[in-house]
């Protein structure tokens, strides 16, 4: 029997829409309307063949290490078990060329979309029937903003020294499993205005405050 491949270039594939997506869809629908943020990026999706949810979105470095993580569903239900499949995801695609454009891969029961830039690893997981290609947009919207927010100096260094700008990008792209946002300009645009009290002054501020403060002028002044 031939051996199917594990992972492939990303492409386009269409799918029947099951229970369990019609399910997801209405809920979507409902979410919307609660909440006004949410209208934007339910309009563009859950009017289609799926409401897309994002099981978690990881950065890991060429070692397998951790950078930023966040999971937003109960699959791994401890720290082990969530260390542990970014160990299994990691070697999988280790070896694979996901530097030139993004790639899929289908791990236990999951669809994994990565791309790889410098000695940094950027993974988006969704489950098994989720459109692959809202999940490499979501990608593709993190890695960019990402790379506005770092100035293009994509690398493991860069992000830890400004890890605080990327955990905020998590939430702004994803809100409990559902996609708020994918353009990487807005995305970038919302994390650099994301202060507590950039007014106040600084004698005022913690020691947090005060540098979210001055990194939020520093951004603005990169993405004019």
């Known amino acids: 029997m031939t051996k199917l491949p594990t992972s492939f270039p990303l492409k386009k594939r269409f799918r029947v829409p ?19 943020h949410y209208v934007k990026m339910a309009s563009l999706f859950c009017y289609r063949d799926s409401c897309p ?11 397998g290490k951790r950078v930023a993580v ?12 969530k260390l542990a499949f970014e160990k299994s995801i990691f070697t999988k695609t280790l070896k694979t060329n ?11 029961s999951n669809v994994i979309i990565y791309k790889f830039i410098q000695d940094l690893h950027f993974f988006v997981t969704g ?51 559902m996609v708020l946002e994918t353009d990487p300009s807005i995305i ?9 009290d950039a007014d106040a002054p600084l004698s ?5 405050q005060a540098w979210a403060t001055a990194r939020e002028h520093l951004t603005r002044t990169l993405l004019k």
Not at 53 to 62: A, C, F, G
Not at 70 to 81: I, M, R, V
Not at 98 to 108: K, N, Q, T
Not at 127 to 151: H, M, P, S, Y
Request: contains cysteine; charged residues 25%.
């Open 18 to 36: 099951t229970f369990k997506r019609l399910h997801r869809t209405l809920h979507c629908k409902a979410k919307a309307l609660c909440f006004p």
């Open 53 to 63: 949810s994002v099981k978690n979105i990881l950065l890991l470095d060429s070692e």
């Open 70 to 81: 966040k999971y937003f569903s109960d699959d791994w239900p401890t720290n082990g078990a």
């Open 98 to 108: 996901a530097r030139i454009e993004a790639e899929i891969m289908m791990f236990d």
């Open 127 to 177: 489950g098994d029937d989720e459109n692959e290609l809202i999940l490499a947009t979501v990608l593709q919207g993190f890695f960019d903003a990402v790379a506005l927010l770092l100035r293009n100096n994509v690398d493991k260094r860069e992000a830890l020294e400004n890890l605080d700008l990327i955990l905020l990008c998590f939430d702004e792209i994803v809100d409990g499993g």
């Open 188 to 196: 970038a645009g919302k994390v650099a205005t994301h202060t507590m």
């Open 204 to 208: 005022e501020q913690t020691i947090t």
